[in-house]
């Protein structure tokens, strides 16, 4: 039988580790006893360690060990809880290197990237661990006599928390903090591409001191552990990040068990550059937002929407910059753009490479990149389409990779209706120098989050994280928005009068 490790501590089989769930407190082996791999994308003979490869058995007893766990865990008052979401964020601040180079070799991201994922999770840490002392209901005048009037607010239950890989530690912490502070206990399933991530982060929290059960970790299948969680009626709340392809799927077995569940989903995200932009600094921003993550960001800018007057000043500067971006492992600190996750990521992209051929014309990029070392990774090229309309399908469409399309139009109107139309509705910017139409852009765009000349990304966790239309169903990551996924509201009544007051009804006179 595998031994299993926690850390890198216990190794097995030609020195590669393999890793527990972590159930009730303790590492353990999955029932069915299968394992998978995980491997660095930018070279793919680099074997990180095997991972158990969970099941609806395994799921069912990571539940069974949060419903134990809930009843202790909500009785802990919640500024208790808060410290020990603070213990957590000072552990990750403290093995902050080791998690960021953990990231960029599980999937790739560039090191400067990872760091800041993880800064991301130590600081909604900080911020929920504040949390823990406000948590705050009202307190307002009932509309009776000697009649005291207040809501609060209280934990669900048992909470699924499922996450994709391209913020493996930022997103499990954006969702499993404010879940944890509000005192519901968590059932985690981590992306198969991160799980080393996820089980690093684990540790942490284990040793930050949240109690047996509290938190429990199952690696393994979408479809076999994803499904269990979700189908479970033990576990009342779903907080679910990835593709809107699965998150409707989720949807539908939810709500037929009328679930609490917030989804994060898709994004095609545009920058509306203006005449009178500083062409500069939006080529920073447009470059840092395609290509940044490789263009794995749920934020990442997919679609430049640009006044026809200025497009060819914009595109040169675009395509200088483009093919002066160095690929390689994200490990390197000269690399600018690291692979995508895996060759299913690079299928894809290729494939609207060919789409995009058909309906705009390449700049740069359009091809693997496979010279020298990229060849044992899955490396894409950053790429650039010019002259796209905004109804064509790599302007509507999420790719998720390192493709950009610009988009020419005449003017301010053409460029809000172009922006707005899409399907999704996640993050947006103007680059421009006149004052009203930023304005009128923080009024018009339909996007959760809007920046005004900057990129598309760089959301910071104190305010609200989520997107319009079917990028996702209403629901907000970070700031104090996020306590309201994992929170039920509770009306109270305190009558002090010695009488019986019907409201809506007059007291009848003494
Ligand atoms: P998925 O939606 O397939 O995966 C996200 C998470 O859901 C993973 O943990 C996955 O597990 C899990 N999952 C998969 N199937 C089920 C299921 N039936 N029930 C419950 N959970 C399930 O996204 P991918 O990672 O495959 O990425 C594909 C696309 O998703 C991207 O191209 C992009 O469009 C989008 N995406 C968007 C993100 C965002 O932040 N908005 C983030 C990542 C992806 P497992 O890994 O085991 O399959």
């Known amino acids: 039988m595998a031994e299993i490790a926690t850390a890198a501590a216990a190794l097995t089989r030609q020195g590669v580790p393999t890793f527990g769930l972590f159930i009730g407190g303790e590492w353990v082996e999955s029932t069915g006893g299968q394992t998978f791999e995980s491997r660095n994308p930018a070279d793919r003979r680099d074997l990180i360690g095997r991972f158990q490869a969970g099941t609806a058995a395994d ?3 990571a539940i069974r060990a949060a419903e134990t766990a809930f009843p202790v865990w909500r009785a802990m008052p919640a500024p208790k809880r808060g410290e020990i979401l603070y213990a957590f964020g000072q552990l990750m601040a403290q093995h902050k290197e080791r998690l960021a180079q953990a990231m960029t070799r599980e999937m790739g991201k560039v090191i400067a990237e990872a760091r800041g994922d993880v800064q991301e999770g130590i600081d909604i840490a900080f911020l929920m661990a504040g949390e823990g002392r406000r948590m705050f209901g009202d307190t307002v005048p009932s509309e009776l006599p ?9 934990p669900i239950g048992v909470a699924g928390i499922i996450t994709p890989w391209n913020f493996p530690i930022a997103i499990p912490c954006w969702k499993m903090m404010p879940a944890l502070v509000a005192g519901n206990t968590v059932v985690f399933k981590p992306a198969s591409d991160t799980p080393h991530c996820a089980t690093l982060l684990v540790e942490l929290m284990a040793e930050a001191g949240f109690p047996p059960g509290t938190v429990n970790l199952v690696t393994g299948s ?46 095609k995200n545009g920058v509306v550059v203006l005449a009178d932009a500083d062409l500069d600094l939006a080529t920073d921003g447009i470059l840092w937002s395609a290509f940044g993550t490789t263009g794995q960001r749920c934020t990442a800018c997919s ?21 002066a971006l160095r690929l390689g492992s994200g490990a390197d600190p000269s690399v600018d753009v690291g692979p995508l996750i895996n060759a299913g ?24 990149a496979t010279a020298g070392d990229l060849a044992h990774g899955h490396f894409f090229a950053p790429t650039i389409f010019s002259g796209v309309r905004p109804m064509d399908r790599i302007g509507q469409e999420e790719i998720f990779g390192p493709v950009l399309s610009v988009i020419p139009v005449d003017g301010y109107d053409a460029a809000v209706i172009a922006l707005n139309q899409t399907r999704y509705g996640l993050s947006s910017s103007i680059f ?36 319009w239309k079917e990028t996702g169903n209403g629901h907000r990551e970070a700031g104090h928005a996020a306590l309201d996924t994992y929170l039920e509201w509770k009306s109270i009544y305190v009558d002090f009068s010695g009488k019986l007051h019907r409201a809506q009804i007059a007291t009848p006179p003494d």
Do not use: C
């Open 146 to 154: 000697d009649k005291w009037a207040m809501s609060i607010r209280q």
């Open 345 to 368: 990521a690079v299928d894809k992209v290729a494939g609207y490479i060919d789409i995009g051929r058909s309906e705009g014309e390449l700049i740069v990029g359009g091809e693997r």
């Open 303 to 323: 679609r430049v929407i640009v006044d026809r007057t200025v497009v060819d000043r914009l595109l040169g500067r675009l395509e200088t910059r483009a093919r």
């Open 222 to 267: 979408g479809a076999e552990v994803g499904d269990a969680i979700v189908e479970s009626p033990d576990v009342a709340v779903i907080s679910f990040t990835g593709s809107s392809a699965t998150g409707k799927h989720i949807a539908e077995r939810a709500g037929r068990r009328l679930k609490r569940l917030s989804l994060e989903l898709g994004g």
């Open 59 to 61: 799921a069912a007893r």
């Open 432 to 467: 421009t120098s006149d004052a009203n139409a930023a304005f009128r852009a923080m009024r018009d765009f339909e996007t959760g989050i809007v920046y005004i000349n900057a990129g598309t990304t760089g959301a910071e966790t104190h305010l609200p994280f989520g997107g």
